[in-house]
């Protein structure tokens, strides 16, 4: 009979089971955020980790003179906004921001351009210090090679000397011994 239950139970057409979920409250929408329009000698500075206190006096002075202007720009802007009006940048004013930051990136593009090139020049003091030092090493390793070869050669004429006095010391006492045996 169980099987049979079971049987049953299948056939049935399945329940649904709803659980209530705690409802959590719903987000507020976020007020859309404002891009921050970034000029290129910040863009720049952001990208080489600098910061002002790095730079050059001379790119000081031109960062100083983009602060002026923009400080005038925000004040225009802010003026603008007090009387009720939108503010929109003149393109004549928006070409003196640009080219005010394009000459604060040519003094750092100098200013990374230097640190390049002496980095690169330390990097060419490094190689070439390596290089003299194991042309001092190979020099060092050809003069020990060749000073044990000149030990070698000494020491073999010094074994070919002894072992030719050897055999003429030899040779000298067979001739006098032989010149005995010739008397007697």
């Known amino acids: ?13 399945p329940q649904e089971v709803v ?7 719903k987000p507020q929408p ?3 955020e404002k891009t921050k329009f970034q000029f290129p000698h910040q863009l720049l500075m952001a990208k080489h980790n600098l910061t002002v206190k790095g730079l ?26 007090k009387k009720g009006n939108e503010y929109v940048l003149p393109e004549a004013k928006k070409n003196k921001l640009i080219r005010l ?28 210090f390596r290089q003299k030092r194991r042309e001092m090493m190979n020099k060092t390793q050809e003069e ?12 073999k004429e010094e074994e070919r000397r002894k072992a030719k006095e ?19």
């Open 144 to 155: 020990r090679r060749k000073a044990k070869e000149e030990e070698r050669r000494k020491a």
């Open 166 to 184: 050897e055999e003429e010391k030899r040779k000298k006492e067979e001739e006098e011994d032989d010149t005995y045996g010739f008397f007697f």
């Open 30 to 32: 976020k007020a859309p």
């Open 56 to 81: 050059s006096e001379k790119t000081k002075e031109y960062l100083g003179d983009f602060e002026d202007f923009m400080k005038h720009v925000k004040m225009a802007k802010t003026s603008a906004e």
């Open 101 to 128: 930051s394009k000459s604060v990136c040519t003094c750092i593009n100098d200013i990374i351009d230097a640190k390049e090139e002496e980095q690169n020049r330390k990097t060419e003091e490094r190689l070439l």
């Open 19 to 25: 659980e209530k979920v705690a409802e959590s409250p």
């Open 1 to 13: 009979m169980a099987i049979n239950e079971n049987q049953e139970n299948l056939e049935q057409e």
